[in-house]
Each structure stands twice: as structure tokens, then as C-alpha cells.
């Protein structure tokens, strides 16, 4: 999300890597890639071209432990038009959801074991 070119996820590309490792979680937060409210506001020459809405809905009694309960956690994904094709016939916004859906198969597989 903090690279906007069409080759963003060239790995062997330095200075792309040099710039994702000087985006710790705050700066993230600070510079507006993160946001905990569900306004999007439209800012002069700003770079973020992409978002990630993610919202919690049908909470219910969890049947196993009391203690916690079940929910649907729904991403929803926007890209402005003209940045959605990537190289590779990729499209942004199912790269973006291939990502999330990898990391939280790592985290659902970890818990497993």
C-alpha cells in the first residue's frame, strides 16, 4: 500500500524494500496509511492510493468458551481506478486481499499446532 507503481512488488527492488522498512506501525498511523476512523478524506497531492476498511459485524456467543465471542470480519478493499493494474495482468485489489488472506492462514495454521 505505500508503493503506487505498477512494479510494487518487485522484490529485488532496494529502494522500495528501504522504504517499507522505514515504515514502522507509528509512522503508518502518523502519515495516514493506518486510520482508526471511517472517514477518507480526499487531501491535496496525497500519495495513498490505497485502503482498508475493516469492519466487525454479527457478534454471537461463542458455543465453546463463554468468555469470547464470534464475529464476521469483512475487508473491504479501495483502490483508486488508475492504480489498479500491476504488472504481471495482477490487479491491486486482489493482490491486497491475497495478502490478508495469507497472513491470516499463517495465524489460523499456527494456532493449530
Request: glycine share 4%.
Amino acid at each position: 500500500m505505500i508503493i503506487n507503481k505498477p512494479d510494487c512488488l518487485d522484490e529485488t527492488n532496494t529502494e522500495y524494500q528501504k522504504l517499507i522498512d522505514s515504515k514502522p506501525l507509528s509512522v503508518l498511523r502518523k502519515e495516514g496509511y493506518i486510520r482508526l476512523n471511517p472517514k477518507i478524506a480526499r487531501k491535496e497531492f496525497e500519495e495513498i492510493k490505497s485502503y482498508i476498511l475493516i469492519t466487525f459485524d454479527n457478534f454471537s456467543a461463542n458455543r465453546v468458551d463463554p468468555k469470547y465471542r464470534d464475529c464476521t470480519v469483512n475487508f473491504d478493499i479501495i483502490c483508486y481506478d488508475d492504480e489498479w493494474d500491476l504488472d504481471g495482468f495482477k490487479e491491486r485489489p486482489l493482490v491486497i486481499a491475497g495478502y490478508i488472506d495469507g497472513i491470516l492462514n499463517s495465524i489460523s495454521n499456527k494456532n493449530r499446532k
